[in-house]
């Protein structure tokens, strides 16, 4: 018998579920949602997300803060050229 556990990564770097509901809030994000992010090298230490977007659910905020794991700027820009981003740190 197969018991699913939403805690348990499928694989390395990979976000859970509890991680992708409770943290990124996946539920509400939609085509108006605003996204911040904060591009680095490494990256997956940052408390940005867990602060921010519970600070977004907080408010009401139709936005959302993810971590960006980048080590080319000019690459990473370059081929998200046509996303609108409304900020980075």
Do not use: W
């Amino acid at each position: 018998m197969c018991t699913f556990d939403p805690n348990k990564k499928s694989g390395s770097g990979q976000l859970t579920l509890a991680e992708v509901t409770k943290v990124y809030q996946a539920g509400r994000v939609n085509k108006d949602t605003e996204v911040f992010g904060l591009i680095s090298c490494p990256v997956h230490h940052s408390k940005g997300p867990i602060i921010h977007n519970a600070a977004f659910s907080e408010t009401s905020y139709n936005g959302i803060y993810l971590p960006f794991l980048v080590d080319n700027l000019e690459q990473f820009f370059s081929t998200y050229n046509d996303f609108k981003f409304s900020g980075f740190r």
